[in-house]
């Protein structure tokens, strides 16, 4: 590879650029997965009605409830508003991908998502939403101020506050993920054996997760030691000097590489795909022309270089960007702390940020799930002969193979999984849907398999959840079936249709 010239700047242009669209591909994706899902979800006849819980917030809070849900939903708590924060930011992502007004389109962008996310209740709460929204803030901070963000030609150099706000929020995201399993004091990361149960007990295996689920012990083991050292020292190359360009294209490749296992073995929506789009922030444009084997000017002119003027603009920036990183910091320093308080400034400043859901910390899978609970619904017609409803991604049949549903991200699925760890605490929705089954309601079947519906031509007169114990089957079993599963008992008697 060429060595950068003495003296040479490093540049960005292209890499922001680059970035940017990829941003706006991550922001498509979470739209056009939620737009079928949300009117089944938190429309007004959904599981959560959005309207119902801002009425229930303003009640509470009176007008201070539009500071702790600063939602566009205020405006018009209804399906159509819904329906147009969807449609509105698929058109902004497009936009995003094409490069155009980056820093107003993302604003828009993370508007909207916020919008969705407050009043999402327990379905938009995971930690990629969380870290969406965190990522698409940045990205106004590191957008060009110009109506385009040309790829090629004309493209400016960026600050460098902006990009180390972006690598800053890949190192938490990825640090933490390591640090929390330690420090959570979890045998089973201790003790190398979390992949011993992790690839059967994750809310959405694929069919990758059986065979690595049925490698030897020692292969998981080793794989535990892999993950701690990619996520724990891998970071670190985020923050090389560029002119070590050899050493943070392979860090780069190193955190990708534990992406691409997890993409593998499991589905986490477009989480995978917005970690690697943060981790590709840190190419330059020598980096990523050398990846691509060409000029790397990419046939285009050199990067216009960033006016030597200062003006307002850019004290703003520096500002927003100073503001950003404290934020940032302190939420690292909270989640290493924990369970130890923070001093109480901190905690102020924290809580007035909290509403915007853009600073926060990260740590998936800290403690580790050992078995797996399924909830199963069944409807009958008699009360004697029960017949399931099919899921279509969560585990259900044990003669179906998992699949692979990412970059979409299948919400009722998914949150089936926390129902079952916890029922009663899921219980402010489950009751709804099993309500919704018993009326065939096409919004609650649209969220399962309508085309698996057992009941098409006539509701149920009762509906029941069990709860069960779910495996993996293992060679030794000699079965044809992917799961076998052990009933536990009853969550609800027969519920009839009123």
């Known amino acids: 590879m060429a060595a950068m010239l003495p003296g040479a700047r490093p540049a960005f242009a292209r890499s922001r650029a680059l970035f940017l669209r990829l941003l706006g591909l991550v922001y498509l994706v979470a739209f056009a997965s939620l737009t079928p899902q949300v009117i089944g979800l938190i429309g007004d006849q959904g599981l959560l009605p959005a309207s119902g819980y801002l009425e229930r917030v303003y009640d509470l809070f009176g007008a201070d409830a539009y500071r702790q849900l600063p939602t566009l939903l205020w405006l018009w708590p209804s399906d159509g508003m819904l329906l147009t924060l969807c449609w509105v930011g698929i058109a902004l992502s497009v936009a995003a991908m094409a490069g155009l007004a980056p820093i107003s389109v993302f604003a828009l962008l993370w508007l909207c998502y916020l919008s969705l996310t407050l009043a999402g209740q327990d379905f938009l709460s995971f930690q990629w939403d969380i870290l969406l929204l965190e990522a698409g803030a940045l990205a106004v901070l590191y957008s060009p101020p110009a109506w385009r963000a040309p790829l090629r030609n004309g493209a400016s150099e960026p ?84 002119r070590f360009r050899r050493a943070r294209i392979v860090g780069f490749g190193v955190l990708c590489s534990l992406q691409v296992a997890i993409v593998l073995t499991g589905n986490y929506g477009f989480f995978n795909l917005l970690t690697v789009v943060l981790y590709a922030s840190m190419l330059d444009d020598d980096a990523l022309a050398l990846r691509w084997r060409v000029p790397a000017s990419f046939g285009g002119v050199p990067p216009v270089p960033r006016p030597r003027r200062r003006g307002a603009g850019h004290w703003v920036l520096i500002a927003a960007a100073a503001g950003m990183a404290l934020l940032s910091t302190l939420t690292l320093v909270r989640e290493i702390r924990r369970p130890a308080p923070m001093p109480a400034w901190s905690n102020t400043l924290l809580g007035a940020v909290a509403p915007f859901r853009s600073v926060s910390g990260y740590g998936l899978f800290r403690s580790m799930t050992t078995e797996r609970p399924e909830i199963v619904i069944e409807g009958s017609a008699d009360g004697t002969t029960w017949r399931e409803y099919p899921f279509r991604w969560k585990a259900g049949d044990p003669a179906r193979a998992p699949g692979f549903v990412q970059p979409h991200m299948p919400r009722l699925d998914w949150q089936m999984w926390f129902a079952a760890l916890d029922p009663q605490r899921q219980a402010h929705w489950l009751l709804p849907l099993a309500q919704r089954l018993l009326e065939n309601d096409p919004l609650a079947l649209g969220l399962l398999d309508p085309a698996a519906n057992p009941f098409p031509d006539e509701p149920p007169r009762y509906v029941r959840l069990l709860l069960y114990r779910y495996r993996f089957t293992t060679p030794a079993d000699a079965s044809d079936d992917w799961w076998a599963r052990e009933l536990l008992g009853p969550l609800t008697e027969p519920m009839p249709r009123p």
Request: charged share 10%; aromatic share 18%; net charge negative.
């Open 159 to 242: 600050s460098a506050a902006g990009r180390w706000l972006i690598w800053g929020l890949a190192f938490k995201l990825t640090f933490l993920s390591g640090a929390t399993k330690l420090l959570s004091g979890d045998p089973t990361w201790w003790g190398l054996t979390a992949l011993d149960y992790h690839y059967e007990t994750q809310p959405i295996p694929s069919w990758v997760s059986w065979y690595a689920h049925n490698l030897p012990e020692f292969v998981g083991h080793a794989s535990v030691i892999k993950m701690f050292a990619v996520e724990l020292v891998a970071p670190f190359a985020l923050f090389l000097p560029v």
